[in-house]
């Protein structure tokens, strides 16, 4: 068992010494985003490495040391796979922490951009308007969504997306977006649309990657369920 865990410590900290200087989201061990951080140089001793703090003014006073945290790296310049490592807040500092890896996960997805199947409502308005369209959700990525709507869209139309809730007991989003493309007409006049995320406020951003990375964590936890 003590050469199992051995051998996990040492794949974590042999991850983020190859990946120093990538960005990556930290989340308690309840998947709860605390910040967006960079992978900084492993100690002397090579058992703990320093966390950065990526945006923001200093650490949420909430992490403190022993607390059990996860960093999850997305992977986005042309390749398909994210991170989780897992590990302990050794030491806190205003605008840093250190942590020891205790484990690695990486995920191979079929796309660039993993997808979550995602059933919910949202409300999309047209640049210029002040009429909302009531849609279905239908999945969604780090790169745009997928809804369906009653409505005819042209591609190339500038929308906003509000009132988006992904996880229970978590934020309502509201982010920009453009029609890609129509990809289809469901039963009962329903269109479907793939939509492209514009530009969005830096938070906003973080907040949509922690609820997706979330998401993802929660469906890979189930399907590793036995029935």
Not at 13 to 19: G, Q
Not at 78 to 86: E, F, K, L, M, P
Not at 132 to 137: E, K, N, P, V
Not at 193 to 209: I, N, Q, S
Request: aromatic share 6%; net charge negative; hydrophobic share 30%.
């Amino acid at each position: 068992m003590n050469g199992e865990a051995n051998g996990a410590e040492e794949k974590s900290r042999l991850f983020v010494y190859e990946n120093q200087g990538m960005d990556m989201e930290v989340l308690s061990e309840e998947n709860e985003y605390l910040f967006s951080g960079v992978i900084g140089k492993p100690t002397s001793s090579g058992k703990e490495v320093r966390i950065e703090l990526r945006r923001g003014d200093e650490i949420p006073v909430s992490i403190q040391e022993k607390d059990r945290i996860k960093l999850v790296t997305d992977k986005r310049a042309g390749s398909n796979q994210i991170a989780v490592v897992n590990g302990t807040v050794t030491e806190c500092g205003k605008t840093f922490i250190y942590m020891a890896p205790e484990g690695a996960e990486q995920y191979t997805e079929g796309r660039k951009h993993f997808r979550i199947w995602v059933k919910g409502e949202c409300l999309v308005r047209r640049d210029g308007s002040q009429e909302d369209d009531l849609c279905h959700t239908a999945d969604i990525s780090l790169t745009g969504i997928r809804i369906l709507s009653r409505q005819e869209y042209e591609p190339g139309e500038k929308i906003t997306i509000r009132g988006l809730k992904l996880i229970e007991n978590g934020k309502i989003h509201t982010f920009p977006a453009e029609i890609v493309r129509k990809a289809g007409e469901e039963k009962g006049g329903w269109n479907t649309y793939g939509c492209a995320f514009r530009e969005m406020p830096v938070r906003a951003e973080d907040m949509l990657c922690h609820d997706i990375f979330a998401l993802e964590l929660d469906r890979r936890r189930k399907k590793g369920r036995p029935n």
